[in-house]
């Protein structure tokens, strides 16, 4: 072979198995059409702020951040690069369909034959309980001179590979979801903003951002929820990614997860515009509306919100990698990104008896949302524990499998994996608030007065802080964790949880790997910050 024919294995690549419950069914067809997206390298390592060992301790008004239009232009992919990748992907017989220099992303059009040739994919169908999908194994390749430029190739595989971390409180006997306690309690998002002593701020100038994988809302629901708060409706707009739309069904269905984030985040921060990032439910759809969001130049999010995510055994290498090398943007442009830590204990619903955290809330540059179970009486919290009603009903947490503890973390009691294989990864989650169904969330879907709780609750909660903290302070808290385990915060600005297990990992005093530092109190941490 000549030295110009040599392929290299693009890093992180390799896809194992199949859904647990899929069976191949046969090849897909060679003209099947659909897009990819191809990640590229940075022109230049993420400089100061963006590591992060220059946010340790630094308060936010310290801080400097790049606009998203330097960033592009410094740090975003070069002109060289895209255009090498865009070269070889017409040679395959590919069509370029849009190059992102800032989201450091080529958008591939082509047929399942010509993606097969140009990356080395081995694809099938799959048939499993959920539908069909197109799936891939082994690891993918290209050229040898191509390899170092590629960070990742999404999309020939469609696998779902999140799912929404909410729950419906349901009357006994419990059916369909997590066996469950009596219902004991139930919120509106602003009493538990008052509650959790949220500064008084309502978002104006703020925008959040949510990331939605299916489902959808309606703007009569939104009026009618608004209404009986006595407050006027958010702006809230749809931003479309890969095809994905705004697509309600039944309360049953992801609307819930949708308007779980709208009504929270929009109840909290009711100023604030919220934008909603629609995708398909992929690594590539994730991935995408991840990217647009971080660089969206006409919304601005300055708070992104996560209610989706898996058992990081569940993600390539390469997506673990490259989602946490967005979120490292994010840092950078002085964007918070929360996500919900899972609903399913310390297993995170996968049934090997092994302990395991969600993704993307494992990556270190996440904000990872747990979740409590909340009593109260008129406007004090009684009582604060872990939410842990059964494995399947309960706070996501634990020590991750792929991510490095990091330096932010070292003065913290993270424990060793329950797993005993000795690892002491980056611990989940930072941060918590109510999450238990129980103890739930007031919230209208599809015409229907619901309760649901999860930590999908959690995010929209956070996110919504963070709004109203940057318009207090006049400047964004961006990336968070290094204050919040810093000498400034600690635990001063928390509830601390000290009560009730997720399963493999008790809760304790200070920070620990089922609620992170606790639930917040919004007044003392904007103290802190």
């Known amino acids: 072979m000549a030295k110009t024919d040599k392929r290299a294995t693009i890093a992180g690549s390799d896809r194992g198995a199949p859904l647990h419950d899929a069976a191949a069914i046969g090849p897909v067809p ?7 997206t191809i990640r590229v390298r940075r022109r230049a390592p993420l400089r100061s702020p963006a590591t992060e060992a220059a946010f ?6 310290a801080r400097t951040y790049l606009s998203r239009e330097d960033y592009a232009a ?28 800032a989201r450091r992303s080529v958008f591939v059009s082509g ?4 993606y097969g040739k140009a990356f080395g994919a081995q694809i099938a169908q799959y048939e499993h309980d959920g539908g069909t999908y197109r799936g891939r194994t082994g690891a993918l390749t290209v050229p040898a001179a191509l390899a170092p430029l590629v960070e990742g190739v ?26 469950h306690a009596p219902a004991t309690a139930s919120f509106l998002p602003t009493e538990l903003a008052k509650l959790y002593a949220f500064p008084d701020a309502d978002g104006q100038g703020q925008c959040i951002g949510l990331i939605e994988l299916g489902g959808g809302y309606r703007k009569a629901d939104i009026n009618a929820y608004f209404a009986k708060l006595g407050l006027k409706s958010p702006d809230v707009r749809t931003v479309r990614v890969d095809g994905g739309r705004n697509a309600p069904s039944t309360a049953q269905s992801a609307d819930g997860e949708v308007m779980l984030d709208i009504l929270v985040a929009g109840a909290i921060a009711p ?4 934008a909603v990032y629609f995708a398909p439910n992929t690594d590539k759809g994730f991935l995408d509306a991840l990217t647009l969001a971080i660089h969206d130049t006409t919304n601005k999010p300055s708070a992104i919100s996560i209610s989706w995510g898996s058992a990081e055994a569940n993600w390539t290498d390469q997506a673990k990698t490259s989602f946490d090398a967005a979120l490292q943007t994010a840092a950078a442009l002085g964007v918070t990104v929360c996500a919900a830590a899972g609903d399913n204990g310390s297993g995170d619903a996968v049934a090997d008896g092994k302990a395991h955290v969600d993704f993307p809330a494992s990556s270190p540059f996440m904000l990872a949302c747990g979740g409590t179970r909340l009593l109260a009486s008129a406007t004090a919290i009684t009582a604060e524990t872990v939410w842990n009603v059964s494995t399947a009903s309960a706070t996501g947490g634990g020590v991750s499998d792929f991510f490095a503890l990091p330096t932010y973390q070292a003065k913290t009691k993270v424990p060793l994996s329950a797993n005993g294989d000795g690892r002491k990864g980056r611990g989940v989650p930072d941060v918590a608030a109510d999450a238990d169904p129980n103890t739930g969330y007031q919230i209208r879907v599809d015409g ?15 996110a919504a802080l963070v709004a109203r903290l940057n318009q207090k302070l006049g400047h964004p808290v961006g990336f968070l964790n290094p204050i919040l385990y810093g000498a400034k915060v600690g635990s001063s600005g928390f509830n601390d949880v000290t009560v009730g297990s997720n399963g493999a990992y008790k809760a304790g005093k200070g920070w620990d790997a089922c609620t992170g530092w606790g639930s917040p109190n919004g007044t003392k941490l904007l103290a802190r910050l």
Do not use: C, N
């Open 111 to 114: 047929t399942a034959a010509a």
């Open 154 to 179: 999404f999309g020939i595989d469609d696998r779902p590979v999140a799912m929404p971390h909410f729950q419906l409180r349901l009357p006994p006997p419990s059916f369909g979801i997590a066996p």
């Open 271 to 274: 100023k604030a515009r919220i």
């Open 30 to 36: 060679d003209d099947e059409r659909f897009e990819v």
């Open 56 to 61: 340790v301790d630094a308060r936010p008004a």
């Open 74 to 101: 410094d740090l975003g992919a070069s002109p060289e690069d895209l255009a090498a990748v865009e070269a070889y992907a017409r040679s395959q017989g590919l069509v370029v369909v849009d190059a992102s220099p």
């Open 448 to 462: 229907q007065d619901l309760v649901i709780g999860g930590t999908s609750a959690v995010a929209p909660l956070w």
